[in-house]
């Protein structure tokens, strides 16, 4: 190795080392990078603008293109942001906007450069949730998004010399928990960072999935979908952890709780998909205005404003679980629509304490009974996401083995 890759591997071996020592001191991995405060919000940054004729191209095509920084640091790594082509929940254009990072060091294995496509928790219903604006500003203190802390896990799969897929799977409207959008647009991704020439991949490349939570939402979403939407992709396995596996089951667990602005917050979205339904209605006032607040925010803000609300219809009833409406909404966008042919890793914690892992364990015994390859962590450490940080060497070991096309076991393992 030459001195400059020896520099390479030793800066990226050093970010990855920080960040997983942040993660497991604090369970806040985010770097001491001070925001870039000239960093404009998409809303306002006509990188993001829609182009007249997006009608006109395919779906994962290139609009425009931009280099970039991971956090604004100046690091061993090449960071594009693509504005690509996509498709809505119905199948009518959208745009997306994907981070693509890869490390200086050349690739020395087997094949074209290993991709992981990670779904961050974006858990956003504000234009300023997006993963792209997180990624390109930096952290910033009393933001009150997940991402300022996930961001950056992003040296722990760099530092194995793949390349990195963060994709704005919400779309420009910022639709949380849409299934089919999320889908569309994680692998729109994908296919637009694979057709990105600087990034020096291949259409073959090896690609994999990884997301927590609300990034796992997405995960499964894209994975269920992909066989049918984005056959072409390389698609080796994936990893979904704490897994949003039946939605009104999280709003019913969280209500009223430490956790209940995820009630609140998944309520909001739902609402949002599903306007016909006038969902905030069957609620009473206090329910409404934290509904509403919530469309404009990052859940962390909604979970730090509404700690122990509960969530109470306009009958007096205080189970969200009764109202028609939000059960509708929210069964049309829950996991466990379709089967994914990539093997998996699932994890989840019993001592969850914001998502119920019996969903989950539904969702899981689903697959196997379709034939999935699935191999599936029921961890006891304890809360939701001292749960994901513990198992990050076991899922980044998985995933590695799937890239490196290490043979799969078929059939399911439950441990």
Request: glycine share 8%; net charge negative; hydrophobic share 40%.
């Amino acid at each position: 190795m030459n001195t400059r890759n020896q520099h390479h591997a030793f800066v990226l071996r050093g970010l990855c080392a920080a960040a997983m020592a942040a993660t497991l001191a604090t369970g806040n991995p985010a770097l001491a990078a001070p925001a870039d405060t000239t960093v404009a919000t998409p809303d306002l940054d006509p990188f993001y603008a829609t182009p007249p004729d997006l009608d006109s191209y395919p779906d994962g095509a290139i609009l425009r293109s931009r280099e970039s920084a991971l956090f604004g640091l100046p690091l061993p790594i090449s960071v594009w942001q693509i504005q690509y082509r996509s498709s809505d929940a119905r199948g009518a254009a959208t745009t997306g906007v994907t981070t693509v990072l890869v490390p200086g060091l050349p690739w020395t294995g087997a094949g074209a450069r290993p991709v992981v496509s990670y779904q961050m928790a974006e858990d956003g219903l504000g234009v300023q949730c997006a993963s792209s604006y997180m990624l390109r500003s930096g952290y910033q203190p009393g933001a009150q998004n997940d991402q300022t802390s996930e961001g950056p896990l992003t040296a722990l799969l760099l530092q194995r010399n793949w390349a990195v897929v963060v994709s704005d799977y919400e779309g420009p409207q910022e639709r949380f928990l849409d299934r089919a959008q999320e889908a569309h647009s994680a692998l729109d991704g994908i296919r637009a960072a694979l057709a990105f020439a600087p990034a020096g991949l291949a259409a073959d490349s090896p690609v994999a999935a990884f997301g927590y939570s609300g990034g796992a939402f997405a995960t499964v979403s894209m994975m269920e979908i992909q066989p049918g939407y984005a056959p072409e992709l390389n698609v080796t396995g994936f990893a979904a952890g704490g897994i949003p596996a039946d939605l009104v089951a999280g709003i019913r667990h969280d209500n009223g709780t430490a956790n209940a602005g995820l009630a609140v917050f998944a309520t909001a979205a739902l609402d949002r998909l599903r306007p016909d339904l006038n969902i905030v209605d069957h609620f009473d006032d206090a329910g409404r205005a934290a509904i509403t607040t919530a469309g404009n925010q990052c859940v962390q803000q909604t979970v730090a404003d509404t700690a122990y609300l509960r969530l109470t219809d306009t009958t007096g009833s205080t189970d969200p679980g009764t109202v028609p409406a939000l059960v509708i909404a929210a069964a049309q966008q829950n996991p466990g629509q379709a089967v994914p042919t990539a093997p998996m890793y699932a994890w989840h914690s019993t001592l969850d304490d914001a998502l119920p892992i019996d969903a989950t364990d539904s969702l899981v015994d689903r697959y196997c009974a379709a034939g999935a390859s699935v191999t599936y962590h029921r961890t006891d450490v304890p809360q939701h996401a001292p749960a994901a940080v513990a198992e990050l060497p076991a899922v980044l070991d998985y995933l590695g083995e799937r890239l490196a096309g290490a043979p799969i076991h078929p059939g399911c393992r439950t441990f």
